[in-house]
């Protein structure tokens, strides 16, 4: 089965075809990183703009890369939700039009759930089942993933996700958008222990994240300290390791928790190199492993639909002729 995926939730419009068996034949991403930059953060009538100019010319471009021709399509997928609901819909309707125009099924795929199943384009994927850490812009979550389409919340952020409070701590380091690599990449000039910051509830039981306390903890250490480039990056490390160790601590929590020794990390943030590598020794302190997508799979993309979409198409799922798209969507329900 080959399958076209499309992505337009956010900022990024993404296409990749995924053949079973194979594995991935094609993939091409367009970033609006330098559309937005001027306004500090996404604009959503750019963004759906944006995507309606891009698709065409990247699938011709990836259809071609993969020597593959529209006929020989067996299925599109496209994200339908969580992100933007005007950026999610071009997606959707040209997703959904392009396989009835072909007599392909199509099936709507969940962004999130995409994330945790990208290691899948990897060499070695993990086998089932694992506990995932999906952490980006807009998400923090843990998921115990039993098996394909088997997903259980174990908890989430009740306020800011991690990728938004670097976003906007980054912002207030005068460091741009978006902010959260240039952050990390300012903190390894920092030197560790100048500053203290909170790893918001992680002295209590639970499983859940809250990442607005410790960003407006280092919002007002920024305002009250000189702006000198030194001091810049101590409160950048001071914020990268306080939000590695929480994601850290967690994570160990939930792997105990649900006595698994599998962890996946999936989505933007999951590509820091701090994060990757402290992952890496405390869960295999305690005897696990960590999966991860290579770095240009942790961010949004096309091959992560394409292989989800996959799989939903093997089991036999397509949609309707008639399409939507849920800006806001949990994982495991629809």
């Not at 843990?142 to 912002?171: H, P, Q």
Request: net charge negative.
């Amino acid at each position: 089965m080959k399958v076209l995926g499309i992505e337009t939730s956010c900022d990024e419009t993404g296409v990749a075809v995924y053949e079973a068996g194979r594995g991935l034949l094609a993939h091409a991403l367009h970033s609006q990183v330098a559309l937005h930059r001027e306004f500090g953060g996404v604009v959503p009538e750019l963004a759906s703009r944006d995507h309606v100019r891009r698709l065409v010319p990247l699938i011709r471009q990836v259809l071609a890369e993969a020597d593959t021709t529209m006929s020989d399509l067996d299925g599109v997928a496209y994200t339908a939700g969580p992100g933007l609901i005007g950026a999610l819909l071009v997606g959707a309707a040209f997703g959904r039009s392009l396989a009835y125009s072909l007599g392909v099924p199509a099936i709507a795929v969940h962004h999130m759930e995409a994330h945790l199943l990208a290691p899948l384009l990897e060499g070695t994927p993990p086998p089932f089942p694992f506990v995932a850490l999906l952490v980006s812009g807009g998400h923090t979550q843990l998921v115990e993933v039993s098996g394909y389409g088997r997903y259980r919340l174990l908890g989430e952020t009740v306020d800011d996700a991690a990728g938004e409070a670097f976003d906007k701590t980054a912002n207030q380091l005068g460091l741009g958008y978006p902010g959260g690599a240039a952050l990390s990449a300012l903190a390894e000039r920092g030197r560790p222990g100048r500053f203290a910051f909170p790893r918001p509830m992680t002295d209590r039981p639970g499983l859940e994240f809250s990442f607005s306390g410790l960003k407006t903890a280092a919002v007002n250490t920024i305002r009250e300290q000189p702006a000198d480039e030194q001091t810049r990056a101590d409160i950048a490390r001071a914020f990268l390791d306080a939000v590695v160790d929480t994601l850290v601590i967690k994570c160990r929590r939930a792997l105990e928790e649900t006595g698994h020794a599998r962890l996946v990390a999936g989505g933007g943030v999951s590509a820091n190199t701090t994060l990757r590598a402290r992952l890496k020794e405390a869960v295999a302190a305690d005897g696990g492993q960590v999966y991860y997508p290579r770095p240009e799979f942790c961010t949004d993309n096309g091959a992560m639909i394409a292989v989800a979409g996959c799989l939903h198409l093997q089991a036999g799922r397509n949609e309707a002729l008639a399409f939507g798209a849920w800006p806001r969507w949990e994982l495991g329900q629809r």
